[in-house]
């Protein structure tokens, strides 16, 4: 019997993880992370966002995202466009994927989810996942989209408050 084990770099996924604890009730902070019309409170660096096609809430709704999420070498702003996959607010949760982008990370797979953490506060959990990018280490990848998503989770509570 012969046994093939199929262990290519190619094909393994990098992953990420970032949580963060926001002082506010769960209904609160699911508000805010789940409507495409309120990124820009909770997400500094984006500029617009735009409705493609579909409807809000329903996996195949796809948007558009620009603004200063990745420095791009022409200075030129960034753009993503991303389809809803998964959301189920039973469970606060979301999946969201890069379709195309002049990022590179196209293929980038995100998924959010609040929970309940004590009486008031909110764990917010967003976890990602992306093909390996030629040219950039992995370490490199999952430190600056972490460090992204930390901010990201840090403004909620102010975005709760204004």
Known sequence: MMLFINNKEENKKWHGSVKGIVD??????????SQTGRLQ????MIENCTNLA????????????????????????????EIL???????HSYVYKMESSN??????LNSLQVVE???????????????PVEGV?????????GYIYRSCINRIEGAIKD
Request: aromatic share 16%.
């Open 24 to 33: 506010a009730p769960i209904q609160k902070v699911w508000n805010i992370v």
């Open 41 to 44: 409170e909770w997400m500094p």
């Open 85 to 91: 996959v998964f959301m189920d607010p039973s469970i």
């Open 54 to 81: 579909g409807e809000e809430g329903v996996p195949g709704y796809t948007r558009l995202v620009s603004g200063f999420m990745f420095p791009q070498k022409d200075q030129d702003r960034s753009w993503i466009k």
């Open 137 to 145: 280490s992995e370490d490199y990848i999952v430190d600056y989209l």
């Open 117 to 131: 953490y004590g009486d008031d506060p909110t764990l917010v959990e967003w976890t990602f996942d992306i093909n």
């Open 103 to 108: 990022i590179g990370l196209d293929g980038l």
